[in-house]
């Protein structure tokens, strides 16, 4: 449902992912969107989680997610990444699918990026369709959020037009409004036609 929901929420935002006919080639901005609301709620191959260093829980969106997933995320957190997970790095947990994440604590474009490139790798090798990533870094870890989101739609983009095989959907789960007008900007800007 979540998904059909995000494709119809793409077309009718960016009207150029509409105008894509079977046969011709996808292009990086008929599979992103940008969505506003909680990310545990969006029924997605894989969510992403903002972890710290443990993965043992936390604030913000990490909490939310632990909440939602239950006991059993941690219980295979602790069996299976008992040494964590490091800046840049991202882990697959069994089970619920949610990746465990760690972005930089504050201003490391290069960490940041390597986040989301991590995660789409293991999107790409687990053959999963649709992720949702959280504006990673920006809240508890303090990474200024225009930036973070100019690093996250260039890292995703290249990543894009470096597999273009992959025949998937991105979504930008974005939870304040300030980020939801800063995603909904960038993506005409980053994504607009060379
Ligand atoms: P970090 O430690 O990486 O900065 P935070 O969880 O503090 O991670 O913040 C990352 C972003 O996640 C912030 O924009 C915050 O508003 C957002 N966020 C918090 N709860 C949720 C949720 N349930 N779904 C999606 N995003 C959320």
Not at 31 to 48: N, P, R
Not at 92 to 107: F, I, N, Q, S, V
Not at 153 to 158: G, N
Not at 175 to 194: E, G, Q, R, T
């Amino acid at each position: 449902y979540m998904t059909r929901f995000y494709v119809e929420y793409t077309e009718s935002t960016f009207p150029r992912a509409g105008s894509h006919t079977p046969g011709s080639e996808k292009t990086p901005l008929d599979k992103i969107c940008v969505w506003q609301g909680d990310i545990t709620s969006l029924e997605f191959d894989a969510i992403v989680n903002a972890a710290n260093e443990q993965m043992m829980g936390g604030g913000g969106v990490d909490g939310a997610i632990h909440k939602a997933a239950g006991k059993s995320l941690l219980e295979e957190c602790i069996a299976r990444y008992s040494s964590g997970c490091a800046p840049g790095d991202a882990k697959l947990t069994g089970g619920y699918k949610l990746p465990a994440d760690l972005g930089p604590r504050g201003e490391n474009p290069v960490v940041l990026a390597n986040c989301y490139d991590s995660v789409l790798q293991i999107v790409k090798n687990e053959n999963l369709k649709t992720v949702a990533f959280p504006c990673i870094s920006t809240g508890i870890f303090g990474y200024p959020n225009e930036k973070a989101c100019r690093v996250a739609l260039k890292t995703v983009l290249h990543w894009l037009q470096s597999n273009p095989g992959w025949d998937g959907r991105i979504v930008f789960c974005v939870f304040l409004d300030k980020d939801k007008h800063l995603y909904d900007k960038n993506v005409k800007k980053i994504f607009a036609d060379p």
